[in-house]
């Protein structure tokens, strides 16, 4: 069981409260867990990633395990205590301006 946590804007659309809970198949990547997501919340499709491209959305972040794993490559594995449930993989929205 992945564990996912959402910022408060796409938790309110999504209708959801706390971390979001995913069955992922291995390989465990962020294309995985990400394409579970949408899946199972449809409403999210195209707010954490481009609808054509599938590729990160710009202020949009991913960790994992405390790294930020934004610019890793989508089909690269994530830490096993993301597979296993242990620890949770987290999207953020980045802040950006001066």
Known sequence: MIRVVLPQHLRTLAKLDG???LEVAAPVTQRTVLDA????????RGTIRDHGTKRRRAYVRFFACGKDWSHE?????????????AET?????ALAGG
């Open 19 to 21: 971390e979001v809970r």
């Open 37 to 44: 997501l949408e899946a199972q919340h449809p409403e999210l």
């Open 89 to 93: 993989f987290v999207v953020r929205g």
């Open 73 to 85: 490559a989508p089909d690269a594995p994530l830490p096993d205590a993301v597979a296993t449930g």
